[in-house]
């Protein structure tokens, strides 16, 4: 990990805010692995966080609409059935 | 429209980073907002035309593209909120507008889907559900567009300022606004699913 992202830890970063410089992503040496891992490689692991987050939104959205129209299609199938009988 | 979508995500890799690459988050990010706010365009035209037309279609689809807008703006909230973390350094702060106005926005339409849920009779659902969608959505502006320029904030378009400005690199804009057409034509095509279901279910159902 590059060195430009070690800072004094006494700030915390939301008091930074609104400072003409932001340490948002300072002092992550302190911080749990994960937020370590994000931090690596110039934040790029953040835009494929947030490209999963939106992929699996919209996946748990479909997978929805796709258990009810199997409900619908069963219904539908159920009523056939007993028209027949 | 596949071909604008898979062109909004293939030709994002060769682009200059600045933001550390986050900045290629704008290509996802915002669009997310556009697309909420293009679905809750449309579902106050169906609302108002249910109110016009009684017809029980209307209400179905403004129902539908309530709840696209909806997941589109959860969508947005996480990945804004993901993103705030790497460049502000918090997953959420009290002292930013934008963030805070845009979840109060989530939660009006989360109160949509519980209003419909509370009536048993379908005309009087649709009827009052289309009034309530006609003034949720006036407020959308305002909560979205308004207040927050006129505040100070980190996000972009804080001051009086349009979003794109000397932050932003032109070139991110050949990426930008197809990604933006992509998501949105995305968002049409799941309302179009769904409306289909609810219909033939309208059917079976009558």
């Given amino acids: 990990m590059s060195n430009k992202f070690t800072q004094e830890p006494t700030r915390s970063a939301v008091d930074t805010l609104y400072a003409d410089r932001w340490d948002g992503v300072e002092g992550v040496e302190q911080a749990s692995a994960f937020i370590q891992f994000m931090a690596s490689n110039d934040l790029i692991f953040v835009v494929l966080g947030v490209s999963l987050i939106i992929w699996f939104v919209l996946l748990f959205f479909m997978i929805r609409v796709d258990r009810k129209v199997t409900s619908l299609e069963e219904t539908l199938k159920e009523n056939q059935s007993t028209e027949e009988a | ?206």
């Fill in chain 2, 1 to 206: 429209m596949t071909v604008v979508i898979i062109a909004g995500f293939s030709i994002k890799i060769p682009e200059i980073a600045i933001l550390e690459q986050t900045a290629r988050n704008l290509f996802l990010h915002v669009p997310m907002w556009f697309t909420m706010m293009v679905a809750f365009t449309m579902a106050f035209y169906y609302s108002v035309r249910y109110l016009n037309d009684e017809e029980i279609k209307w209400d179905r689809k403004a129902e539908t593209a309530t709840a696209i807008g909806l997941v589109f703006g959860i969508c947005g909230l996480l990945t804004g909120s993901l993103w705030a973390r790497f460049t502000w350094g918090t997953w959420w702060t009290f002292a930013e507008p934008r963030m805070n106005l845009s979840a109060l926005a989530m939660l009006i339409f989360v109160a949509y889907f519980i209003l419909r849920s509370a009536f048993n009779d379908a005309e009087k659902r649709a009827k009052i559900s289309a009034v309530y969608n006609i003034f949720g959505i006036t407020t959308i502006p305002f909560l979205l567009y308004i207040i927050p320029r006129q505040l100070p904030s980190l996000h972009p378009g804080a001051d009086g300022n349009p979003a794109f400005s000397d932050m932003t690199a032109p070139e991110l804009r050949l990426i930008f606004y197809p990604a933006v057409i992509g998501f949105i034509g995305l968002a049409v095509w799941m309302m179009d699913i769904v409306n289909r279901y609810k219909k033939v279910k309208f059917i079976s159902e009558s």
